[in-house]
């Protein structure tokens, strides 16, 4: 969740920045930046490379960030899902517990 939440902050500053000369596009890879977290690690944003840069500086593609934002809504999705699961999993062995 946490790094769902950095990704839609860090995408919510793109779009923010769109217009903004000089300003670069900065995201995370999930797969290693998940990696990072399980061992403990603070995440890191970093600039995305390999973008169209305009005359301005400013590499902000709105159309890559709208696609972002609905893989992260559904990685959010899917993220809550699964706790939502394991506490009701929780709540239902104390429930039982305390009718034994």
Do not use: C, W
């Not at 301005?56 to 699961?85: P, Q």
């Amino acid at each position: 969740m946490d790094l769902v939440s950095m990704r839609q902050k860090l995408v919510a500053s793109n779009i923010a920045n769109a217009d903004t000369p000089g300003y670069k596009t900065q995201d995370i890879d999930f797969q290693t930046e998940f990696a990072s977290l399980l061992s403990g690690e603070t995440p890191h944003s970093t600039t995305v490379t390999g973008l169209a840069t305009r005359n301005d500086g400013n590499n902000v593609d709105l159309d890559s960030e709208a696609r972002l934002l609905a893989e992260n809504a559904l990685r959010f999705n899917v993220a809550s899902n699964l706790m939502r699961s394991q506490l009701r999993m929780v709540k239902d062995a104390i429930q039982e517990g305390k009718t034994s």
